[in-house]
């Protein structure tokens, strides 16, 4: 996906060049001949795949992620929904959602608007989403190691930094835009990749689907509402500056609400006794 960023100044390529309609086609179709095969073969759990692609690692240290024993948690969407956990998770990916659509639709007419050309607009607007394959690759390993709260919170924290950056860039000082591209990219492409470990790590796999479609449902709203509210931002004041802003602060809610968020629960085993995991994560 980060690599997806390379595609940014191709398709504003092809807007000048055709339509932003025939670019749709051409895109849509792209799509059908790649993206459609290789999902057909991907493959769903790590134990579905081929013996030959199965690593054998040698024993190493039980991460902060993993289930003791080879238990792991089993919760049911209904369940899950009555958990603080899921809302914690809900609310964070919410915010979250809400600044990225915001960022994403209206980054190139921020730079238009502080007298950026079009083209290095463009390369700007694809260099956080290169940015955040680093994020995915290093912050997906962090997590292995350490509690993946923790590293969302650096996430969360990068996120809000690079807009910082972000607000204050323009003709003049348009050397911002390297450290916006790298907080952000990185802050982004962690939290991309940590939400389904975080998600897992509460909820089990048996049922992922299910749990994190719910989550990922949530935040639609935010898709829908952020992109208007910024252009209205622009519409009445002239600048997107007091937009990037609250939005900076909207990603140290996001913070926040994962900070507060209750720790993962282990099931209860006692003897020959092991309480069920909806028993052992339902609120009481």
């Not at 972000?166 to 348009?174: D, M, W």
């Not at 926040?256 to 995991?277: C, H, Y």
């Amino acid at each position: 996906m980060g690599f997806a960023g390379l595609l940014i100044p191709i398709v504003s390529g092809l807007i000048d060049a055709y339509s932003w309609r025939i670019a749709l086609v051409i895109i849509g179709a792209v799509i059908l001949v790649v993206c459609l095969p290789a999902s057909l073969v991907a493959i769903r759990r790590p134990e579905d795949a081929p013996d030959r692609l199965q690593r054998r690692d040698k024993p190493r240290r039980r991460t902060t992620t993993e289930p003791i024993g080879g238990y792991e948690p089993d919760i049911s969407p209904r369940t899950a929904v009555k958990m603080k956990a899921f809302w914690h998770i809900a609310a964070a990916f919410f915010f979250h959602i809400f600044v990225m659509q915001a960022i994403i639709t209206h980054i190139l007419p921020y730079l238009t608007s502080v007298e950026i050309t079009r083209t290095i607009g463009a390369f700007v607007a694809g260099a956080a989403p290169l940015v955040s394959v680093a994020g995915r690759l290093t912050f997906g390993w962090l997590a292995d190691k350490h509690e993946v709260k923790r590293i969302l919170l650096i996430c969360f924290f990068l996120v809000s930094l690079g807009i910082l950056m972000l607000a204050f860039v323009s003709a003049q000082t348009i050397w911002l835009v390297v450290p916006y591209s790298i907080f952000f990219g990185l802050g982004y492409g962690g939290v991309f990749t940590l939400t389904a470990t975080w998600v897992a790590s509460y909820f089990g796999r048996k049922r992922f689907g299910s749990i994190y479609g719910l989550v990922a449902g949530i935040p639609v709203a935010a898709s829908v509402i952020s992109p208007p509210l910024a252009g209205w931002f622009y519409d009445n004041y002239g600048h997107y500056q007091g937009f990037w802003f609250i939005l900076a602060a909207l990603a140290m809610v996001s913070a926040i609400t994962i900070a507060t968020a209750p720790p993962t629960t282990k099931p209860v085993v006692s003897g020959e006794t092991r309480l069920s995991t909806e028993q052992a994560l339902s609120p009481k």
